[in-house]
């Protein structure tokens, strides 16, 4: 089996583990019908309400390949709400507000990516920066309000909108991870990505770009944040600075780490990333609907559950675990 | 009256496929300063690991004082007196220099506070025995290199060691610095410690020594009182062979090239602080310059010069012609220059990619991000250069980590060769990888200078540089000193080049 496909085992079949428990505790996790003109189940609401997760998720994998790491995102995506938000109330077109939005994030991206590359600040603590920061900036451009969006407005659409019976933000995000997958993948970017963070003195022997490379890490992830931010923004019809993105920056994180990209930067997997995101947000869906003698889980659980579920995908992805075990097995027999 | 301060005997270290100390005998004195010398894999660290703990011997025995010892860790060795200054200083930058002195062993009060204004005053005195300025409250990160090494020095001293081991501790100094750190070791030796000091630099060995102990492949090839040892004998015995009996070069360098020859590499007065002396270089194409020193001689600095991996603080080099101003690699290869480096795992390989990736990678990166070359290219220019370099590989997809270090060597070559350059630096090629794959890396060397191909060689082999060069330029101590040219050239000439004191440079 090649060494893509391997990493690829442990994520995968954790979610489809999941799945079938969910296909037996609560069935109607897969039931599927149509409401208000779209596709409608537990599992279609996963997607649904894990698009911004998923988007993060993608720049992440980027990011965290190229040998760094983004906390700023989850802050970055309330900036993106927020301009979106002022925008609009200038009566300015759905399509301004997004570009607007876009274009501030993929500043902040580049922001991120010029701190850590050119002024050599580490990237835990440049992003640490504007972690802090983004929120605050976000805060000044509502002036601390929850600004609404007018219910008429096509800006909407991104978040509640459906095509083919599909809701928007899984579009979005489906068609976010095509197109990055095939960015990194028809051109050289995916390979100088792997070669700097996976060994940065021998890329720059080969003449890369050590920079650059980073750079465009960082700016990709902007963009999917400002994009991230515009989802949960359209989908609650308000740019809340408050709690837009709030945490979701360690989801992003996790849901990497589980997809099979190791922490230390080289090889990454888009499709790993993903399931690790679906997994993610299927186990908070998961634990809500899960019935056990007529009685659900405690909510109070629910963070404990994830916790463990999460502890368990990156043991089994331990290759050192795995030879410890095989180690002892051996040693009883 | 001297007495022997520490007896090493009969040391043996067998590490899987290696002896790396095999018999050793090694003596140190009280009141002396007893350089280690020996080339890459002679055994000197493991030696000093041995001593200090920090690795168990397979045979032999160890005395200080007379009494047997049997250090386990280089905590019990430091109990015992035995103290160690590494190259990459172990102290704490963040930390005062007083904390850093007495790190571990500061002063306390009865209810176990630590006694701050006490622990400065022993400092200050440490530091005034020593006959250095420093204010201690300083955090260690404002002082320079030199000063942390000195420090090192006053707090590995101030735990009442006998022995101090120096382990290459002037690598990064300048001359000033250098003799701060010597006048340090002689009031050492006043008073009676005894100092191994390891370095690569010759001059220093006749500055500040009174023995010389050389070991060479694991086994001791003499230890000799400083002043009596001639500089060409101490080269002989670290590089193994006498001036006598030097092997003539092996084959005669075929003279035959392809087109004129041309200048397609100067370098004036290139320097840089700390790495590298000023030095000239003119290379032209179709020849294989060599060059030629002890390990630390600066052959991998001025390498790194050229291909603009350090930053040059002085001079000017043109490539093709072509002034480089704000040099650096890509910079380097887009004027048409290739560079092996010589850790290939380290700086060389990216080790998870596979053997395919690795060997486009630098066609790509010149391409730039956008340009792609389409997965069927990539594969054709792959399988060209694994055939015609025969790179023994299962498949193009393995990653390259799992190849022999021969193969991996022909991957970085291949990596080059495909860009075509006209300069080719090729640093150690042929170190540690098997007799059958050096061979084929040196005749591919000659017929790339026979298709025109400027070459720059460096090897820790003198018979390999000899054999493989038409022009040698010999390095000693980061500075270039002298040039030998011709097929006539014997490595006994470049030892004597080598060996030959810095006094006598200027007249050749």
């Known amino acids: ?333 | 009256m001297a007495h022997a301060l520490v007896e090493m005997r009969g040391i043996v270290k067998t590490y899987p496929g290696v002896r790396a100390l095999d018999a050793v005998d090694f003596t140190l004195r009280t009141s002396e300063i007893h350089a280690l010398v020996g080339e890459n894999g002679a055994g000197k660290s493991t030696l000093i690991r041995i001593l200090t703990g920090a690795e168990r011997r397979d045979r032999g025995t160890i005395s200080l004082d007379g009494a047997m010892i049997e250090p386990r860790t280089p905590l019990a060795a430091q109990r015992l007196g035995i103290a160690t200054v590494y190259q990459e200083v172990n102290l704490i930058p963040d930390l005062s220099v007083a904390e850093n002195i007495l790190l571990g062993y500061e002063p306390r009060s009865r209810l176990g506070w630590i006694g701050w204004g006490a622990m400065r005053e022993r400092a200050r005195k440490v530091i005034a025995d020593m006959a250095l300025s420093v204010d201690v409250s300083r955090p260690l990160r404002s002082c320079s290199i030199a000063v942390r090494q000195l420090i090192a020095v006053a707090r590995a001293v101030d735990q009442r060691a006998k022995v101090l081991v120096l382990d290459e501790p002037t690598s990064s100094l300048d001359a000033g610095e250098t003799a701060q750190l010597f006048a340090l070791m002689r009031r050492l030796r006043a008073r009676g410690l005894g100092i191994i000091f390891i370095t690569h630099f010759l001059e220093q060995v006749y500055e500040v020594s009174d023995r010389v102990t050389i070991l060479r492949g694991g086994r001791c090839a003499g230890t000799h009182a400083t002043g009596e040892l001639p500089r060409l004998a101490l080269v002989s015995a670290m590089l193994g062979k006498t001036v006598e009996r030097a092997a003539p070069p092996a084959a005669v360098k075929s003279p035959g090239v392809a087109g004129p020859r041309r200048e397609c590499l100067r370098a004036a007065d290139v320097f840089r602080r700390r790495a590298m002396q000023p030095f000239r270089l003119s290379l032209y194409t179709g020849e294989v310059l060599g060059l030629a020193g002890l390990l630390g001689s600066g052959r991998t600095e001025l390498a790194r010069l050229l291909f603009g991996l350090d930053r040059r603080d002085g001079g000017q080099i043109r490539i093709n012609g072509r002034l480089i101003r704000r040099h650096s690699p890509r910079r380097a290869i887009r004027a048409g220059m290739a560079f092996t480096p010589e850790d290939r795992r380290t700086a060389g390989l990216i080790a998870h990619l596979s053997v395919r990736d690795n060997i486009v990678l630098a066609l790509l990166a010149a391409r730039g991000w956008a340009k792609r070359l389409g997965k069927q290219e990539r594969q054709a220019i792959a399988e060209r250069f694994v055939r015609s370099l025969s790179i023994a590989t299962p498949d193009l997809r393995r990653p390259v980590a799992q190849l022999s270090g021969g193969n991996q060597q022909k991957v970085i070559l291949a990596r080059w060769l495909l860009m075509e350059p006209t300069i080719l630096l090729l640093d150690e090629p042929t170190r540690g990888i098997d007799i059958g794959a050096k061979e084929q890396i040196e005749s591919l060397i000659d017929e790339l200078r026979a298709r025109g191909m400027a070459i720059i060689f460096i090897s820790g082999e003198l018979e390999e540089v000899v054999r493989v060069s038409g022009r040698i330029m010999v390095l000693r101590d980061r500075a270039v000193v002298g040039e030998l040219a011709g097929a006539a050239v014997s490595t006994a000439d470049v030892m004597r080049r080598i060996a030959r004191p810095a006094a006598e440079d200027g007249h050749a």
């Open chain 1, 1 to 333: 089996m090649p060494d893509s496909m391997s990493r690829l085992v442990w994520p995968l079949a954790a979610l489809a583990l999941l799945l079938a428990f969910n296909a037996v505790v609560s069935p109607s996790f897969f039931h599927l019908h149509f409401a208000e003109g779209r596709l409608a189940s537990p599992l279609i609401d996963v997607l649904n309400q894990g698009a911004p997760v998923l988007l993060l998720a993608l720049g992440m994998t980027l990011v965290i390949a190229a040998g760094g790491i983004d906390l700023s995102v989850g802050a970055v995506m309330a900036i993106a709400g927020a301009v979106a938000a002022r925008v609009l109330e200038t009566d300015a077109s759905a399509a301004a507000a997004v570009a607007a939005a876009l274009a501030v994030c993929l500043a902040a991206g580049l922001w991120n990516g010029l701190l850590i590359t050119f002024a050599g600040v580490p990237p835990i603590v440049a992003t640490l920066i504007l972690m802090v920061a983004g929120r605050g900036i976000a805060q000044l451009i509502t002036d601390g309000q929850i600004i609404t969006v007018e219910p008429g407005s096509a800006f909407l659409a991104i978040g509640r909108g459906a095509l083919l019976g599909l809701p928007a933000p899984v579009l979005i995000a489906l068609a976010a991870a095509g197109a990055l997958s095939a960015a990194v993948r028809l051109t050289s970017l995916g390979l100088f990505i792997e070669s700097v963070g996976g060994n940065e003195e021998a890329s720059r022997h080969a003449g890369l770009d050590v920079r650059s490379t980073r750079l465009a890490a960082y700016a990709i992830m902007g963009l999917l944040a400002g994009l991230a931010g515009l989802v949960d923004a359209a989908d609650i019809a308000a740019a809340d600075a408050n709690n837009s993105g709030l945490y979701l920056e360690l989801d992003a994180i996790l849901a990497v780490v589980i997809g099979g990209t190791a922490l230390t930067g080289g090889r990454f997997s888009l499709l790993g990333s993903l399931a690790g995101a679906i997994l993610i947000q299927s186990l908070s869906t998961t634990i809500l609907m899960a019935q056990f003698g007529g009685r659900s889980v405690p909510v109070e659980l629910n963070l404990v559950i994830k916790a463990a579920v999460v502890l368990i995908v990156c043991l089994l992805q331990s290759s050192e675990l795995r030879r410890l075990l095989l180690r002892t097995r051996r040693a009883v027999a």
